[in-house]
Each structure stands twice: as C-alpha cells, then as structure tokens.
C-alpha cells in the first residue's frame, strides 16, 4: 500500500476514536508484497503482558482495532508459519489517540531445536469464517496427481472409483474451478496448477445454489511476485493390479511469471500420460415372473490418456484503484481404452449356463477445451467500495468411437454380434457477471449483483450393428441426435454487519430464472422447463473471545437434472445391464442448516459442526426388472429425504518436528420414497469416516507425511455404481473401504530442487464392494459387484525453482469476498 494510502487509512481510523480510547491500525504484507488475509493481531499490555483485544486482517491486509483504553501497549502480529513481529511501545492517549504502525512486512519462520531445523509452514487445512481452505502444496500425497485425486485427501469428501465425487455423504456436490463451473473434469486439471481447495456447505446468496451438499472451489495457482521466477517438475510412476506392474502416470510441467511495473506475466503448461487398469465381477440372481435367472459377469480394463494443458495471461494495474486480467487456456485429450467382459447367464432349473459369451470394447476419445475469462476492477474513493466485472467463456468439442464385438460360444448356433458407436458433441459455457460492493450505516456492508449463464450442448450419436464386422447397418430408432440449451438469469442482494465487536450476521436472498430446452433432432421430440426460486441465506457468528467462536448458517439449494439424467435414449452397450435418462425429471431442494464452534490457539484448531439437509423431488438412480435376465437403470425423484450428522476437525502441533491433522464425520440418511423395489432396511442408516495425516518434519530437510482413511458401510445414494450395477438410492450398500498412503519429501541445493516419493494404498485396500437387491409383487434381483483399480502406485517426481519460486492465491478468482470483513 502506499504512502497515500496509508494517509486514507490513519485519517479514516480517527473517525472511531470516541472518548479514552483510541485506535490501531495497520497493513500486513508477506516477502512477495501480498496482502495477508487472517494474520492476527494483539494488543498486548506493557505492565501485565496480558493482551487487552485483538482482531485479523482482511483481503487486503488490513487490520484496525477501535475501543482501546489509553494506555502504553505492545502491538503482535502473527501468522501461521511465519515469524511473529513485536512493534516497540505504542502509546494511545489523548494526544495520539491512533497508532499507525504502516506496512508490517511478515517473513517465513525457523528454529533450531536440538541441531534440528524447523521451517514454517502453513497448515494443510486452514478453516476460515464460511469455508475449509486445503493448501494442497503441503501435501506430499497431492504431488504429481490430478485435481480428483487432490479431493481424495480432504476431510469430508469422498471419491470412488469411477470418480464421482460426494460430500458429508452426500454426491450432489457442485465443482467450480476459480468460482466458476467449467468443461475440463478434474482428472484433466494437474495438481502442479492447484494453489488450494476451498469447500463451502453453506454458501452465500452469491455463489450459484447449485449442489446439495455445497461447494468445491478449486483455484488455480497465479504470481503476482516482482521479477522473473518460475518452476519446472517431472515425474513417473509405476502401479500394481494383483499381480501385475503397469506404467502409471508421467507428467512434465512448468510455470513462469514476470512482473514489472504495472503489468504481471504468467503462464503454465503440463503434459500428462496417465494409464488406468480395472478389474470387475457381477453377481446377480433375479426372480421374474417365477422364473430365475443367474448372471455371472467378469471384467478387465485398461486405457491410456494423454493431456495437454496449457494457461497464460496477464494482469494490468492501471493505477490504484483499476485493474484488468486476461487468461486463455487450452487443453487436448486423447484416450484409448479396451475391455473384456465374460458373461454367462443361466434360466430356469438346468444347472449349465445357457448363455456364455464374451464382450470386447474398444473405446478412442479425442475432445479439445478452449476458455478465455476478462476481469476488470473498480475501487472507489471510499474505501470498502468497489464493482467488478467478470465474463467466461469455455468451449469443448470433441468425439468418441466404441467398437464392441460379442463372441458367443453358447447356445453355439447363436451368431456373433458386431456394434459400432459414433458420437460427436461440443459444449459451449458462458458467463458474465457484475458485482458491486459498498459500506453502509455504521459498519454494514452491502453486496449486490448480476449474473447471466448460458450453456449449448450439442451432441450426434450414430449406431451400426450386424453379424459380421464388414457388413453393418446404421439403425435409426437408436439416433441419439440432441440439443440442449439452458439460460439462467441471476440477481442477488446481502447485507451484512457486527453489533458490538462480537456478533457478525448475513443475510441475502437470490432469485434466479432457469430457461432449459431439450431436442431430440431425429426423433423430433422436446422439452422445455421454467425454473423460477428464490434462495435465501442466512450467515452468523459470534465471537466469544480470540479463541472461541459459533456460526450458524443457513442456505436453499437446489440440484437440477442434467443432460444425462434426461435424455430418455437406452443405452445398451451392456444388454443384460441397459441404462437411460428420465425427460420428466424435477429440480430437486434442499433446506440446509450448519452450526459450527471453532476453538483456535498458536498449536490447535478444533472445528465440531452438526449438520441437517432435507430434501424435497430427491434425483435418484432406480433400477427394475425389464424380464428374467435384463435390467434397466433411470432416474426418478423420491419424494423426500433427509440427512444430519455431525462433523469434527482437530490439528495438533504436538512438537515442533510433529504435525497431526485428524476429521471425522457421523451422519444418517433418511429415504422416503413410494417405489416399490425401495428396500425399507435400507431407507434409515447410519455411516461414519475417519482420515487423519501425520506430518513430520525431520533433519535435513526431510518431510514426512503419512495417511489414512476409513468410511464406513454406507447405502447407495443414487449416483455410486459399481460394475454394470449400481442400484439406486435404497437399493443396495457399499461396504467399508479404507487405505494408507506414505509421501516423503527431500529439498536440495538451498531448498530450490525437490525430491518427492509417493506410495498410494501400501496394502492394496482400496475397492469398490456393492450389494443391491430389491423386489415388487412379480419379480426381485440380489446382485454383488466388485471392482478394483491399480491405485497402489509408486511415485517421483523432480521440481526446480527458479528464482524462488512460491505461487500465491489469484485474489480476485472464485466468488465472492469472505463472509464477513473486518
């Protein structure tokens, strides 16, 4: 901040002197010159050394603490992982009633302890007013992975193996990447571009309400720092299946940055060749109009994925109170995959099986992203005040093949069968957006804004079938040709304020107006749905003292169906196991409450939260009898249902060598549906998980990190499927997983070369068990499945900075400013 705006600073602090009391101020920075967020600040008294008050920093750095006796004190501001700083004597009486300490500049702490140095860090998981911050650059198990796998090492979510995501139970769960949805996936974002992860259960009436369960806010990593400075990594891995050793994955990335003057420069590039290897088997006995049929099917799986990603741009400071940024990035990705299924079914009372044959797939994928995002800032005069412009625009397109053969060697005069999927689509996202932000009264503070999305997704599905591979025939009732366009119109309004230094409230409302249309071109079919809410948010604090503090939130959400889960097209590459979407879906609702008590001291962090979401039209998975051997799996929505538990977090520096970092979550989902193959004992149940990381700190240089994950059984939720079954919500169980994970770290020559050792699932636990069995009054299926992937891998990865390279968080990215500022 300059000499000028330090000036503003002290001559608004003297507006809060009243009478005997006085004010400090002042502006806390890092090496690099950046704005430190919650870094705390304690007025401490010389004659007892008992700390009188206190507060944090906001956005900017900025800390002003009112209401101070006169007096002669010590100012200490602190941080996690770097040194403290202890001002000189500051006296506040009448004469000087406001003490302007200026920039305070924090630098990275040290000790020596028994020969043994410790560095600074900062936490792994940083828990803020209205959201959990994952730093993933100090987890050693987040190096050299993508941005899925990042989540696999968070408190309270959950991916399995077919990557879906879910948290507090829950797979409604929405992903934005810097505040905005996106049309890369995550396993296409390498973790070397991820700064952090934020999750967000009850959002403000800012944020899209999307999502059940919340948020998940990935943000990119951007410089900002003076100079030229850089980082270049390398790494490969190898993973085991069984008995088998594959090449994993290998990456190359490097990122740059040049800032001079009034212009900053950046950019970032991986290349990333990932192989996958899977097992499966299927077991299922179903009853269809007394007549029983046993599946019995076994799989194996392999692909190979090769990615590019590539993000520049620049930020232009016009001058101080104006700010313009630019990025574009670009991403191909190919894919080629293979498979073989052997099926064997058996009808009716003969013991041979009737049917045997064996399914092979061959899969290539070639899809191309382009996105582009303008950002522009105003801050007024008046300080606190300040309108933002932000627009997006992402474009995906791409194809995929699926050439599949059947061989039957049972009933023997059965011809083979031959299919071939063409499919080409493209997917085109944009927003904008205008935010304005002003003070008002004595203390408050309102937050208002725009926003428009649109997304136009197009896709071509051609199938061919026949007996012999030179000789198909296209076949028009299975066309697959759609079009979906979606419009959302977007305003919302929050004011928020303190009363008395000790209790913040929020309170907000959006409205939004969704506009969906959906095409089938060749089946000249469509729907279209209005969507208009309104969602209500309600956020409060109080402050007990600096250590102790409860929040209480409160949020609407809402989870509308996508484009899979409407397009009423079967998909039967599986013919014992086929699959569509429902084109009469509802919006699904959900009314979501969290009460939080958060303890803080210099060595531990405590977070206990209990939770409670009910919703109404749940969007489910529903699996029934079609006959004696075939299912069918869509979408339908349950009237209600309901979840609560309760969620605890604790981080201890036990010693200065030892860091511990231990979740948990304990909740109940309850069903209430009418669907008659629902299974009662499975529409009330109970589930927990446990992670903990262990960090250690050793001589020279030396990291260790070590962890471990349980979840309990748990009731399929409508969207965790196993191999060509998944059942349902009420309709099956998932049965416990859990895995340990070992990471080593070693810096050389001055602390810029990295060396980092990973070892993921050491006992080769990790699988995916799923039981689902449901019935009516003509028919019922009892089915296992089990799947297992190659997740226990070895890998190194080499990183080089230059010049010192340390990325900081983009402050202007994701949505929004924090809950409350101070």
């Not at 058996?346 to 996105?371: E, R, V």
């Not at 105003?378 to 397109?397: A, P």
């Not at 990471?743 to 070369?753: A, N």
Request: aromatic fraction near 12%; charged fraction near 20%; include cysteine.
């Amino acid at each position: 901040m300059t000499g000028y705006g330090q000036e503003k600073l002290h001559e608004q602090a003297k507006k809060l002197v009243t009478t005997k009391t006085g004010v400090v101020v002042c502006t806390v920075i890092d090496e690099s010159e950046q704005a430190l967020e919650y870094a705390t600040v304690a007025v401490i008294s010389i004659k007892d050394s008992s700390v009188i008050t206190g507060s944090i920093t906001n956005s900017k750095g900025v800390c002003t603490i009112s209401n101070i006796p006169w007096g002669n004190y010590l100012i200490r501001i602190g941080y996690i992982g770097y040194k403290d700083i202890y001002s000189g004597p500051v006296s506040i009486s009448s004469s000087s009633p406001v003490a302007n300490l200026n920039r305070q500049q924090m630098k990275l702490g040290s000790s020596q302890i028994e020969g043994v140095t410790i560095s600074a860090q900062k936490d792994m998981l940083q828990t803020n007013l209205d959201k959990k911050v994952f730093n993933v650059d100090q987890s050693i198990a987040s190096e050299g992975v993508t941005g899925l796998e990042v989540l696999e090492n968070i408190p309270s979510v959950s991916v399995d193996l077919e990557g879906n995501i879910s948290l507090r139970g829950s797979e409604s769960v929405t992903i934005l990447v810097d505040g905005r949805p996106t049309n890369l996936t995550l396993d296409q974002i390498p973790s070397s571009m991820i700064e952090s992860v934020e999750l967000i259960t009850n959002p403000s009436a800012r944020f899209d309400p999307d999502g059940v369960s919340g948020i998940i806010n990935v943000v990119l990593k951007k410089k900002k720092e003076s100079g030229f400075n850089g980082m270049i990594t390398l790494g490969t891995g190898i993973s085991n299946l069984e008995d088998k050793f594959y090449w994993g994955t290998q990456n190359a990335s490097a990122s740059i940055n040049y800032r001079y003057n009034k212009i900053n420069l950046f950019a970032n590039y991986d290349f990333r060749s990932r192989g996958r290897n899977n097992t499966g088997t299927l077991e299922r006995e179903s009853v269809f109009n007394n007549d029983t049929t046993i599946l019995n099917q076994n799989s194996l799986s392999n692909s190979r994925g090769y990615s590019h990603n590539l993000r520049t741009g620049f930020d232009y400071f016009i001058n101080k109170q104006n700010t313009l940024s630019f990025n574009v990035s670009y991403n191909p990705h190919n894919s080629i995959s293979h498979s073989e299924t052997d099926s064997k079914s058996q009808t009716g009372s003969s013991d041979a099986f009737n049917k045997i044959y064996k399914l092979d797939n061959d899969w290539t994928n070639a899809n191309q992203n382009i996105g582009a995002n303008l950002f522009y800032k105003h801050e007024f005069q008046k300080k606190g005040q300040e309108l933002s412009v932000d627009v997006y625009y992402s474009h995906r397109w791409g194809n995929k093949i699926n050439y599949s053969m059947e061989d039957y060697s049972q009933p023997a005069n059965r011809e083979d069968f031959y299919n071939l999927e063409k499919t080409d689509a493209r997917n085109q996202y944009t927003t904008a957006q205008i935010d304005f932000v002003t003070p008002i009264g004595n203390g408050g503070r309102i937050e208002t804004g725009y926003k428009l999305l649109i997304r136009n997704t197009f896709q071509d599905y051609i199938q061919e079938t026949g007996n012999a591979a030179d000789n198909l025939t296209e076949v028009p009732s299975d066309a697959n040709n759609y079009n979906y366009n979606e419009y959302i119109n977007a305003a919302y309004f929050i004011y928020s304020n303190t009363i008395k230094e000790k209790f913040k409230y929020q309170v907000g409302l959006r409205g939004e107006l969704a506009d969906n249309m959906f095409n089938l071109n060749k089946l000249d079919t469509s729907t279209r749905s209005f969507y208009p809410n309104i969602f209500p948010t309600v956020h409060l604090v109080y402050d007990f003292n600096k250590k102790h503090s409860l929040s209480l939130s409160y949020s609407m959400r809402v989870r509308r169906p996508n484009i899979f889960q409407l397009n009423p097209y079967v998909n039967n590459s599986d013919r014992f196991n086929l699959s569509k979407g429902n084109p009469n879906l509802k919006p699904e609702l959900t009314n979501s409450v969290d009460l939080s008590y958060q303890y803080f001291t210099e060595k531990t962090t405590v977070t206990a939260s209990v939770f409670y979401r009910h919703r109404y039209q749940m969007i489910s998975r529903y699996t029934e009898l079609l006959n004696d051997s075939v299912s069918m799996t869509s979408y339908q929505n349950f009237d209600q249902a309901q979840s609560y538990g309760m969620e605890l977090y604790y981080a201890q520096t036990l010693f200065k060598w030892w860091k511990t970092n231990i979740s948990g979550s304990f909740y109940q989902t309850l069903i209430d549906s009418k669907q008659e193959m629902i299974d009662p004992n499975l529409m009330d149940d109970w589930s927990w998980n446990v992670r903990g990381t262990f960090n250690f700190i050793l001589p020279k240089d030396l990291d260790l990190q070590l962890t471990a994950n349980y979840r309990s059984p748990i009731i399929t939720t409508g969207s965790m499927s196993g191999f060509g079954w998944g059942g349902g919500s009420g309709q099956g169980r998932m049965e416990q997983q859990w895995n340990l994970d070992l990471g080593i770290k070693k810096l050389f020559l001055k602390k810029t070369l990295t060396l980092t050792i990973r070892i993921n699932d050491i006992f080769a636990t990790q699988n995916h068990k799923v039981h689902t069995f449901g019935s009516d009054d003509k028919s019922s299926f009892d089915a296992y499945s089990y799947r297992k992937n190659d997740r226990r891998s070895l890998f190194v990865s080499l990183s080089y900075k230059i010049n010192n390279y340390r990325p900081k968080k983009d402050t202007h990215q994701g949505e929004g400013n924090d809950l409350f500022e101070e």
